[in-house]
Each structure stands twice: as structure tokens, then as C-alpha cells.
């Protein structure tokens, strides 16, 4: 078995001592850091994506994935920097003002970060002007935002008449989840795209770059 297998398969096992040492060995053979990235990390998550989309994974499988993929990137980010390797696209992610939930927002930074974006967490009761700072000071794509209750999702609707305020609503995609949030209600906000789950974030966050 390559050393790249052996990190893919360490990543869909959930085991992160063994990403690791798997990332220190690959370097230390010379392996391109890029190659481990893409072949090893973001293709496990990928694999951990289709798994979850087949009811084989859950939520927790997924989540000790996603830590054991991040505990590799974490050895792999200053190899990739002085090898100027380029992220996917840069993505914030926050859960909108009045909402503590954090389990899903945490869920999709780590899923978009195994897919190779570049992920600015801005954590839980989030402002609608921290989120206008947030995509001005980043330059950001896209923007996800989470709530998990149905007192909270009108906070994303004020974010983005924020957006739209300060005259940068142009310049960013629009993603919003949370399990009482809907298809219908992000069309009805004028959000460019939902996802229920962070499998789909991911899908869903290239498609709106690739446009």
C-alpha cells in the first residue's frame, strides 16, 4: 500500500495519529505536499461525502473523519504555502445572531476545508455587520450561514440586506443550512443556493464558483 493510500484510508478510518504519521512519512519520502493533499485528504473526504450521502456514515463517523483529515492538514498547510499551492476559493462560515448551535457550522468548515477551501470560522451569534466585515476584510466567495432554530433564520435574511446595504451582496455567494431551514425559504430571502447537510455544502459551493 502507497503512503497516499495509507492516509486516505487512516482519514475514512477516523484515525488521527495515524493522518498524521501518515502526512510526516509522505513528506519525508518527498511526496509533493499538493499530492498528498489532493490524493490523500480531500479524495477521503470526498469518499467520507459519498459514504454519508449512502447512509453508510452519520454525523459522528463523519465528524472523526473530518478531525482526523484536519489533524494532517494541520502538518501539511506550511508545506502547501511555501509550495504556493492555491485553495479551492476562500469561504466565511458563521451561525447568524441569536443561535449558539455550532455542531453543523463545524461540521461544513471541516468538510469544506477537506475539499481544499480556504474556511474563515466567525463562530456562533453572528452579527449581520460582523459578516459584512467578515466578506470585505477576507475577500471572500462565499458565505455560509447556519441556524438550528426557527426564531434565528430571520437574521439571515437581515444579513443579507447587510450585504446588499453596503454594496457588496455582488461579490459573494450565498449558502444558508440548518435543520429548520429550507429550499424555499432561501429563495424567498434571495440566498443563491441551500444545502441540508455538509456532503451538499461542499457540492454546493463548487457549483456556485464554477458558475
Known amino acids: 500500500m502507497s503512503q497516499i493510500e495509507e492516509i486516505f484510508n487512516r482519514v475514512l478510518d477516523g484515525d488521527a495519529l495515524g493522518v498524521q504519521a501518515g502526512v510526516k512519512a509522505g513528506l519525508g519520502a ?3 505536499p499538493e499530492a498528498i493533499l489532493k490524493e490523500g485528504l480531500i479524495a477521503a473526504m470526498a469518499e467520507v461525502g459519498r459514504l454519508f450521502e449512502e447512509n453508510e456514515y452519520f ?3 463523519m465528524l472523526v473523519s473530518a478531525r482526523a483529515m484536519q489533524a494532517g492538514l494541520g502538518l501539511l498547510k506550511p508545506h502547501l504555502v511555501a509550495a504556493g499551492a492555491a485553495p479551492a476559493g476562500k469561504v466565511i462560515v458563521g451561525t447568524v445572531k441569536g443561535d449558539l448551535h455550532d455542531i453543523g457550522k463545524n461540521l461544513v468548515a471541516m ?3 477537506g475539499a481544499g477551501f480556504e474556511v474563515v470560522d466567525l463562530g456562533t451569534d453572528v452579527s449581520p455587520d460582523k459578516f459584512v466585515r467578515g466578506v470585505v476584510e477576507h475577500r471572500a466567495q462565499v458565505l455560509g450561514l447556519s441556524a438550528l432554530l426557527t426564531t434565528t433564520m430571520p437574521a439571515m435574511a437581515l ?3 447587510a450585504l446588499q446595504d453596503a454594496g457588496v451582496r455582488d461579490q459573494v455567494k ?4 440548518g435543520a429548520p ?6 429563495q424567498q430571502i434571495g440566498a443563491d443556493g441551500f444545502s441540508q447537510d455538509a456532503s451538499s455544502a461542499v457540492r454546493l459551493t463548487r457549483l456556485l464558483l464554477d458558475q
Open 59 to 61: 454525523v459522528p463517523e
Open 111 to 113: 468538510m469544506l476545508e
Open 181 to 186: 431551514v429550507t429550499d424555499s425559504f432561501a
Open 174 to 177: 450565498v449558502i444558508i443550512g
Open 159 to 161: 444579513t443579507i440586506k
Open 30 to 32: 518527498g511526496l509533493a
